[in-house]
């Protein structure tokens, strides 16, 4: 039905991604640029500037009616800046004006990574045709985000859904956030490689330490390794079972470089959330694994883009 284009952009600490994607989600131009993430906040938009240049370069760009960010958090959409972690250059950086100054103006959408990676598993991938679910991104950190009732919600500044930094360990270990036990602090991949060899898992030959390392470890059935895994599934259940306890979705997707651990991870998960999602209307919760590739962020953001855009058509 759409002949026209949105341009999108995924803003993280390693890589600065930019598309134009089609009403269809099909991507029609790509540029890209590493993130000078140390660098100061000017060279760092200078990046985004040039893959702007790329894409307003492309004579598709005429065509295009409206931009999506997906960025690295935290985001705040209502004052339009951003202060991902992993880039210090920017605090409270007006991402959302400078991008629209080169872009020569189009309206912008901005959302936080976690919600971008939901619009997408929405739109093309494993949570397509849920009208409630919960998307989850388990890699170096856990970040998220959420369907209600058949639309993304990302809240007012852009970051609903972050189940990384809900608390499931009262007294547990402080979390870079400033609180205590949260599932990142558990379930990320850092922590479970930390974990691991906290608890005497030895690295093979190669002296890879590596949550992967430690999920093919678990897969040849070493104990440690295993039990690390099965720390983070439970608290990813955890997280899990509070949201849909809260506002009943029907569908968790987890994606990242944790979530492609396969059966070491699912299985025990299940399980766990046998454990924490009890009452009547979350026992049949669905954990599945995310479809969308490397290319989530960019569809996401896209599809914030064109959700907006249907938006303004409307009223
Ligand atoms: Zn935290």
């Known amino acids: 039905m759409h002949t026209d284009f949105v341009a999108a952009l995924d803003i993280g600490g390693t890589k600065i991604a930019g598309a134009l994607v089609d009403g269809h ?32 370069a492309a004579p598709e760009w005429g065509r295009a009616t409206a931009l999506g960010i997906g960025s690295a958090g935290p985001v705040d959409a209502t004052a339009g800046t951003v202060s991902p972690v992993n880039v210090p250059g920017w605090r409270d950086f007006p991402l959302v004006r400078r991008v629209q100054e080169a872009a020569g ?9 976690g919600v971008a990676i939901t619009a997408a598993e929405h ?12 998307c ?6 856990v970040g998220g985000g959420l369907v209600l009732n058949g639309q993304l919600h990302p809240g007012p500044t852009g970051n609903a859904g972050h189940i990384g ?20 602090r558990i379930a990320s991949g850092p922590n479970i490689a930390r974990r691991a060899l906290e608890n005497g898992w030895q690295p093979g030959p190669d002296g890879d330490t590596s949550a992967a390392a430690v999920a093919a470890a678990a897969r040849n059935g070493d104990p440690v390794a295993v039990a690390s895994f099965d720390r983070a599934a439970r608290a990813l259940a955890a ?34 959330l046998g454990d924490y999602a009890t009452l009547s209307f979350v026992q049949r919760l669905e954990v599945t694994p995310a479809q969308m590739g490397t290319d989530a962020g960019l569809v996401g953001a896209a599809a914030a883009a064109l959700a907006r855009r249907t938006d303004a058509a409307t009223v």
């Open 105 to 113: 103006g189009l309206p912008v959408e901005l959302i936080g990574d």
């Open 239 to 272: 997280g899990i079972a509070a949201t849909a306890t809260l506002v009943e979705i029907d569908i968790a997707v987890i994606g990242g470089g944790v979530g492609k651990a396969g059966d070491v991870l699912f299985t025990p998960l299940r399980k766990a």
């Open 123 to 134: 739109w093309q991938g494993a949570a397509r045709g849920h009208d409630n679910a919960l």
């Open 165 to 184: 930094h809900i608390s499931v360990d009262l007294d547990g270990d402080l979390c870079p956030c400033g609180s205590r036990g949260c599932v990142e």
């Open 25 to 56: 989600g099909q991507i029609v131009v790509r540029a890209q640029r590493a993130t000078p993430a140390q660098d100061d906040g000017e060279t760092v938009m200078g990046a985004v500037e040039e893959v702007l240049g790329e894409l307003t």
């Open 136 to 141: 989850m991104v388990v890699s170096t950190g």
